[in-house]
């Protein structure tokens, strides 16, 4: 019905860029709004940012200035653009979407994404 697929996660020195993509290959439901959160060793996962069908974009107010949203909601697709990466940006990085009728969550597996100095 719904599978999120992340890619572009890795490695990275700090101050490097990553872009993160997610798509819904089987593109089974329509979502009004996705993100990015992420999940550090021993941490509970958080907001990273978030998109909607509008296009509203809101961020974690510390990744506000080095992180950016991206995406077409319409085609349950989003980016997220991380620039000056720093060692406490290390952490699985998991694509959101949420259904625009039942409001249901649905989850990517995670992309690994280690940031080394």
């Known amino acids: 019905q719904v599978e999120l697929v992340e890619s572009g996660g890795g490695w990275v020195q700090a101050g490097g860029s990553l872009r993160l993509s997610c798509a819904d290959s089987?593109?089974?439901?329509?979502?009004?709004?996705m993100g990015w959160y992420r999940q550090a060793p021993g941490k509970q996962r958080e907001l990273v940012a978030i998109?909607?069908?509008?296009?509203?974009?809101g961020y974690a107010d510390s990744l506000k200035g080095r992180f950016t949203i991206s995406g077409d909601i319409a085609k349950n697709t989003v980016y997220l653009q991380m620039n000056n990466l720093k060692l406490e940006d290390t952490a699985i990085y998991y694509c959101?979407?949420?259904?625009?009728?039942?409001?249901?969550?649905?989850w990517g597996q995670g992309t690994q994404v280690t940031v080394s100095s």
């Open positions: 998109i909607s069908s509008g296009g509203g974009t």
């Open positions: 959101n979407g949420r259904d625009r009728y039942s409001g249901d969550n649905y």
């Open positions: 089987r593109r089974g439901l329509s979502f009004n709004r």
